[in-house]
């Protein structure tokens, strides 16, 4: 870094020029690469985290559902049985 302040047109500069700023690109390129495969997972599995969580509410409905009608039934078997 020195040599590169002190000698600002020479051999150093182009080097620097020639090899470290495409580096820095490919190194930029890797980290997005990097960076977008990280939020693609993250959507992916909080897309399927969405999906089975409105599954299971739906599971869970239909079962409260279910469960409410027979004890409608139930009740009203019994009421009939009782009061008739």
Known sequence: MFQLV??????VVDTA????LPAVIKWGNRLEHILRV?????????????????IFFLMFFCC?????????????????SLGG
């Open 17 to 20: 020029l020639k090899e470290l």
């Open 38 to 54: 990280l939020l693609s997972h993250i959507l992916s599995s909080a897309q399927v985290w969405l999906f089975l969580a409105a």
């Open 64 to 80: 409260f559902w279910y469960i409410s009608q027979f004890f409608s039934l139930l009740f009203s078997a019994l009421s009939s």
């Open 6 to 11: 002190c000698d600002p047109s020479g051999v």
